[in-house]
């Protein structure tokens, strides 16, 4: 293990050792392959983890479905407690775990933190949660199938959710931590236990976070499987969504992936949230206050060094303020330096992995092929660009360019590339804007950037954006946990976090009990004999 993961694991009280354990089902083990975990900034090794053989994540999931037929006679305001103590024990280290994510991921410090801070956001919406997850009384339509007290008609059709079962949840590299704590705290207030299979490259995230919700669940007697924990790669997040004792897969990822997800749980009849790919464009009318959407814009580029699903890609200016706006980034995106993530002033990290950088380098490539002009990056950081220190990390120069082709059927426009790279377009009026902005497969998020109410209203109405998130005058990326969050088309329709999404993750039963000696048909129907 390296100095600097041992580190920050024992200030977050995580034992460290040579080779760690990847799995936990109540206790923690790791039979199947070791895997390394690098990190992105240095490229040096930050552990070694024992990831789960198969026999292994068979046993998880037997006790994973042990553990809800235990815990879904919890209360749901005692698991809210439960959630409450998470909640707690989360926040005293969230400087800890923040600089984790930034040094297994390679997202910058603010951003670590502020992915725990979600966590304990959507701890604290699943508290309240836990004593308002109402079903509904529903009048029957059949005589003595309610009753009346008083002046009060109680009606005994109703429909009534429950627990449902085991969840699994598999989720990617980009965000280590938010994401499992999005499914953790609906599927926990809702009764249910969790598997979770995290990104084969940010296991360590998993491992503390897993850590840390394992104590306060020992705390309370609860068993551990409740919050179950596979590491592995891509055959390990197969075994759970073939499973038909998982009723629910969430999962977060590519739309190569969710694709192969999505008709495998649908072939055996379970559930899915699928939260896939993002391909989201910024459209600037000529009204727009440049001193907002400028900084914005950049940080929804190059945040996370372009690796959010909600990452801007697409960027529509429209004519009249076209060339100034141009300039205007530029020049912010000549003043970007790469740096340590962990070190607090730096606003670009390295991309994810070895594998990222021929992401990016193979989209240059292609705008180089197609004539573009390249107006800022275009490449890989030389060694005289970053410390030293930081030689062996993932570095790439965000990108910003103006191909010549504004045709949003041509395969630069329809793709999301996982880097810091922004293609741009000049467009004459909303109209058009908001056709490229739709023509593509995916449909996360987008923003319109105007103050012009008229806009407004064709940007939110039933002809404009048609995607999940729709932002006027905010970027794309940045979600509050309080909405739903998700995407249309082949962003997979899930919703997580807030909203409705909680009713994901319960089974609704539709009950109606008749009070009355006679047992009357619904739709009158006779069947007298
Ligand atoms: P990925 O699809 O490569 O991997 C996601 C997860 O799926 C990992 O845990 C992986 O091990 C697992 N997996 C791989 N093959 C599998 C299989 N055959 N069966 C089951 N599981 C399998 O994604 P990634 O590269 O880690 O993440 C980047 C992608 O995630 C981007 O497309 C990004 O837009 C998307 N993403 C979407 C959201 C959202 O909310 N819409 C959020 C974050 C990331």
Redesign the pocket.
């Known amino acids: 293990i390296s100095t600097r993961a041992a580190n920050i694991l024992s200030a977050l009280d995580i034992p460290t050792s040579s080779e760690v354990n990847g799995v936990f089902d109540g206790e923690w083990k790791g039979a199947g392959d070791v895997v390394e975990t690098i990190c992105p900034t240095t490229g040096e090794v930050l552990a070694h983890v024992k990831t789960a053989s198969p026999e292994e994540l068979h046993v998880a999931i037997g006790k994973a479905r042990d553990a809800y037929a235990f815990f879904r006679h919890v209360p749901a305001p005692q698991r809210g407690e439960i959630l409450r103590q998470i909640r707690e024990a989360l926040a005293s280290k969230r400087s800890e775990l923040g600089a984790l994510i930034s040094l297994e991921m390679g997202k910058i410090r603010t951003e670590g933190v502020g992915e725990v801070q979600e966590f304990v956001d959507i701890c604290d919406y699943g508290v309240g949660l836990s004593r308002m997850m109402n079903g509904r009384v529903i009048a029957s339509e059949r005589p003595g199938h309610s009753i009346l007290e008083g002046n009060l008609l109680i009606h005994m059709a109703s429909l009534v959710p429950n627990p449902l079962g085991v969840v699994g949840v598999?989720?990617?590299?980009?965000?280590p931590v938010a994401?499992y704590g999005w499914n953790l705290a609906l599927s926990l207030a809702a009764g249910n236990a969790t598997i979770w299979?995290?990104?084969?490259t940010t296991p360590l995230c998993a491992i503390a976070v897993t850590t840390i919700i394992s104590r306060v669940l020992e705390k309370n007697g609860i068993p551990g499987a409740v919050a179950g924990l596979v590491t592995g790669?891509?055959d390990a997040?197969?075994a759970i969504?073939e499973n038909r004792d998982i009723p629910l897969i969430s999962?977060?990822?590519?739309?190569?992936?969710?694709r192969?997800?999505g008709k495998t749980v649908q072939s055996r009849f379970g559930k899915t949230i699928l939260?896939?790919?993002?391909n989201n464009a910024a459209i600037v009318m000529p009204d727009a206050d440049l001193k907002m959407a400028v900084p914005s814009i950049f940080f929804g580029a190059i945040g996370t060094a372009g690796q959010r699903?909600t990452s801007t890609r697409r960027l529509y200016l429209h004519r009249q303020i076209a060339d100034e706006f141009l300039e205007r980034l530029q020049k912010v995106y000549s003043k970007i330096k790469p740096g340590d993530p962990l070190e607090e002033k730096t606003l670009l990290g390295p991309v994810h992995t070895a594998a990222s950088v021929g992401i990016f380098e193979k989209a240059v490539q292609h705008l180089r092929d197609i004539d573009a002009s390249i107006l800022a990056g275009g490449a890989r950081y030389t060694a005289s660009d970053i410390s030293k220190n930081l030689h062996g990390g993932f570095f790439v120069q965000p990108t910003l360019a103006v191909p010549k082709s504004s045709d949003p059927a041509d395969a630069l426009w329809q793709t999301?590339t996982?880097a810091p790279v922004l293609n741009c377009a000049v467009f004459d009026e909303l109209e058009e804007a908001i056709e490229w902005n739709n023509a593509v497969p995916q449909g996360?998020s987008s923003s319109l950037w105007t103050r012009d109410m008229r806009g407004v209203g064709k940007w939110l109405g039933p002809s404009g954006s048609d995607t999940g998130i729709v932002n006027v005058n905010v970027g794309t990326s940045g979600a509050e946990i309080g909405a739903a969050?998700?995407?249309n088309k082949s962003?997979?329709w899930g919703r997580?976090s807030g909203g409705d999404a909680w009713k994901q993750y319960v089974r609704w039963s539709a009950c109606t009990v008749n009070f009355s000696d006679a047992a009357p048909l619904a739709q009158g129907v006779d069947f007298s004999l």
């Open positions: 598999l989720s990617a590299f980009n965000f994401v299979k995290p990104s084969p790669d891509s997040g197969a969504v999962f977060t990822g590519s739309e190569r992936v969710g192969i997800v939260e896939l790919g993002g699903c999301e996982f996360l969050f998700g995407g962003t997979g997580e």
